[in-house]
């Protein structure tokens, strides 16, 4: 396992970050554990989760199989989402950030965590009122590193601006969606967090599993699987130019001589901009399928096959 510089600051995080979405929903709390055990012995020491993931069991899970480690890994989640009834249990003012970070903490069993992050941008509350109550976080020492999801390139910058213009703490690291057939921050994104020191923390390596290449376009989805129980994902990827493009990737992995998975997940890290691939799983059989793509160094004649990929599903952002 290879670890590397947050964006400009001097934490150290390992290339692939442990994604824990699926703790609580399609795995239960004996999986997971087993799960964190498999990425711990393979030298994972960053660990990403969101207080809106299962209603908060992933947080509650997430903590109690990190909770012997705790201070030898980078625990990262987020706050944005609505977790509750009223008008004010989500987005980001300062209301909403002062509670959820107390939740988050409580369901985490810990004092502080090493990266707080938006989960996206929030158009209804000034982004100063934002950032400075996340600069209060990070000087009552609740809170680390600071960063955002699912920003755009404008929002990106208007926010690290305001950062500097105020002297407040300020974004360190983007989380964007990423893979072989989504690459929209190619053009904007990825050049900004270069320019400005900005880590990346890519989600989606594998498309939800469809880089893995077990769904075929003339079946419906697997029951259990993200496509099944998640209409987002189903509305993003399960398109006949996906498929198309999945088709053309399956021969282009088997003549490298690795899985589906590997290659995809190796095509992330390879580039530089890139900090970290978020990788998920329900099974340690999972995982240990992944893992080895950190071992995994393309080729000039393949990498240029992969890049065409985008190609063939029209450059469209999904």
């Not at 989960?119 to 590193?145: I, M, N, Q």
């Not at 910058?157 to 072989?180: E, I, M, V």
Request: hydrophobic share 40%; with cysteine.
């Amino acid at each position: 396992m290879q670890y590397k510089r947050l964006g400009r600051t001097g934490l150290k995080v390992s290339e692939i970050c442990l994604g824990t979405m699926t703790f609580g929903s399609q795995a239960d709390e004996q999986a997971s554990r087993a799960i964190v055990r498999r990425a711990l012995d393979a030298g994972v020491n960053f660990f990403d989760t969101a207080n809106v993931y299962n209603a908060g069991v992933s947080e509650e899970l997430t903590g109690r199989a990190l909770k012997d480690v705790r201070r030898e890994i980078v625990l990262a989640t987020k706050v944005h989402g609505k977790m509750g009834p009223g008008p004010n249990d989500q987005g980001q003012s300062r209301k909403h950030i002062m509670d959820a970070i107390e939740q988050s903490l409580r369901r985490l069993g810990t004092d502080y965590i090493d990266l707080y992050q938006v989960h996206r941008f929030d158009p209804t509350t000034p982004l100063e009122e934002t950032l400075r109550a996340l600069d209060d976080l990070v000087r009552s020492g609740k809170v680390r590193y600071l960063g955002a999801s699912n920003y755009a390139a404008w929002q990106l910058c208007t926010a690290l601006w305001t950062s500097d213009k105020f002297g407040l703490a300020r974004y360190d690291c983007l989380q964007p969606r990423y893979n072989l057939i989504s690459r929209a921050i190619d053009q904007e994104v990825l050049p900004l967090c270069q320019a400005q020191g900005v880590g990346v923390i890519v989600y989606n390596p594998l498309a939800g599993g469809m880089l893995t290449g077990k769904h075929q376009r003339q079946a419906p989805p697997a029951a259990g699987t993200r496509f099944d129980i998640n209409p987002m994902y189903h509305n993003r990827y399960w398109q006949e130019r996906v498929f198309d493009a999945v088709d053309r990737f399956r021969d282009i992995a088997a003549d490298t001589g690795h899985s589906m998975a590997q290659v995809a997940l190796a095509w992330s890290l390879a580039n530089p901009v890139i900090t970290s691939a978020i990788l998920g799983a329900s099974r340690v059989d999972q995982l240990e399928e992944t893992l080895p793509a950190v071992d995994i160094a393309l080729g000039a004649e393949h990498m240029g096959q992969l890049d065409e990929l985008w190609e063939i599903v029209g450059r469209r952002e999904f």
